[in-house]
């Protein structure tokens, strides 16, 4: 490689030409062999981290060879170390090879010249293993520094693992009293807790003992409650039972007497009427001027064989108006200014006379029930729905009937399309009070049920 680094032909040139020549171009191809070495050196200088940490530290034998990267050859500084050394080696044979040569070329020189050569050749030499040997010491010291600060950081590492391990020597001798401490503290409460605890079953077993003999006692005395209770149990039988008999019997009588009170109730309306359609001909909240109006309208519709009838059961008949004043309506064509009046009559036989010749005059008289009989009502016309009656097809009639003495309640049904009434069925009267509805048994089951 520096062999051919040299031009042949110019030797031979110096040689066959002038003798000054010779010398010249001896020491171009020396420098040039230099310069071309050092920058081989140059391409292959090493970097400062490879001798670093992060690289880690390599170790060299005493050929140069890294003793780590021995078998890795495929490694980044393989050999490197020992590739140094041989070039140069190499190189300085080289140079002395060169050297030889140059010598021998300029066989024939003077003194002078061959002496101004030689210097000039090993001048050359000189400053290239000057140069390369300088680098060399550069990455030895390099390495020194590195290997410096690694030896310090060991150091103060050492060092503070070493101040580390006297604390903690220190703190497990404090734990080790602590826990000496704690131990005889444990041991010194185990013996108490133990001289409690046999204190503790002594106690136990002397509570047992009167605990077993409280039960005895409990025993006893809950055999003769048992017997007690047992007897007492009896006698409350026996009076609950009486009580029953007795509230039935009360209850009877309650119900008895209530049921009496409704059928005053029901008696006394039997012997009223109840109008809603009498004409007074004006709008008025003045009663008397609207039970004269009444008066006056029904005596004039009547007919004239009907007059002292009419008269003498108005006469004994008290007039009652049902709503706050007259209002005006619309029947039939005509306007009408009417207000339910209610004919309170001295018994029932003027009741219905007054009935019949109302519905002759053209007005449509009905039954007014007492306040307190309403929802029972509501529910048997309920129960005669349930019996195949309906709004759209039938007309139901519910009035009271006297039968042996008592007051019966009558439904009676008529189809729409024409017949006569025909009963469905008859319920008792119910009590007067609402609360002993749900004592009676069957309150809402009609007593007999009609045909067709």
């Not at 503290?185 to 046999?198: D, F, L, M």
């Not at 503790?200 to 409650?225: H, P, Y």
């Not at 029901?266 to 008025?284: H, P």
Request: charged share 40%.
């Amino acid at each position: 490689m520096i062999g051919s680094s040299v031009d042949i032909n110019s030797r031979g040139r110096g040689i066959r030409g002038q003798r000054g020549g010779r010398g010249r171009g001896e020491v171009e191809g020396l420098r040039g062999l230099r310069e071309r070495s050092l920058s081989k050196e140059r391409s292959r200088r090493w970097r400062p981290s490879e001798f670093g940490l992060a690289e880690g530290a390599r170790e060299w034998d005493g050929h140069g060879k890294s003793a780590r990267g021995q078998g890795n050859r495929g490694g980044r500084g393989r050999g490197r170390g020992r590739e140094d050394v041989e070039n140069l080696g190499e190189m300085c044979n080289k140079i002395s090879e060169v050297m030889k040569e140059r010598l021998e070329s300029v066989v024939g020189n003077t003194k002078e010249e061959l002496q101004t050569n030689m210097r000039a050749g090993m001048n050359l030499l000189v400053d290239a293993v000057e140069e390369v040997m300088g680098k060399h010491l550069d990455r030895v010291k390099a390495v020194e520094e590195t290997m410096s600060r690694i030896s310090e950081s060991l150091r103060q590492e050492s060092s503070g693992r070493r101040e580390m391990e006297k604390r903690t020597e220190v703190k497990l001798a404090e734990v080790e009293g602590r826990f000496q401490d704690v131990r005889a503290e444990v041991g010194k409460e185990n013996s108490e807790r133990r001289n409690v605890e046999k204190r503790t079953e002594v106690r136990l077993a002397e509570l047992e003992d009167k605990v077993q003999d409280v039960w005895t006692e409990v025993g006893k005395e809950n055999s003769e409650r048992r017997d007690m209770e047992k007897k007492t149990g009896e006698i409350i039988a026996e009076i609950e039972n009486k009580v029953k008999e007795v509230r039935a019997v009360v209850d009877k009588i309650r119900i008895g007497e209530s049921v009496k009170e409704m059928e005053a109730k029901v008696r006394r309306s039997m012997c009223m009427v109840k109008v809603n359609n009498i004409d007074t001909g004006l709008i008025t909240d003045n009663k008397a001027t609207i039970v004269r109006m009444v008066l006056g309208e029904v005596r004039k519709r009547t007919r004239t064989e009907e007059t002292e009838q009419v008269n003498r059961i108005l006469r004994r008949t008290r007039v009652v108006v049902l709503g706050k004043r007259t209002e005006r309506r619309e029947y039939r064509g005509r306007t009408e200014c009417t207000v339910p009046i209610l004919f309170e009559c001295q018994d029932k036989k003027d009741a219905q006379e007054l009935d019949r010749i109302l519905k002759t005059a053209g007005y449509f008289p009905t039954f007014h029930w007492p306040s307190e009989s309403m929802d029972f009502i509501r529910k048997i016309r309920e129960e005669v729905m349930k019996m195949g009656a309906t709004e759209q097809n039938s007309y139901v009639r519910i009035r009271p009937e006297v039968r042996e003495g008592s007051i019966l309640l009558r439904a009676d049904v008529k189809p729409k399309t024409g017949g006569r009434f025909v009963m469905k069925g008859i319920w008792v009267c119910p009590p007067l009070h609402r609360m002993l509805w749900g004592v009676v048994e069957g309150l809402y089951t009609p007593q007999a049920v009609g045909k067709g």
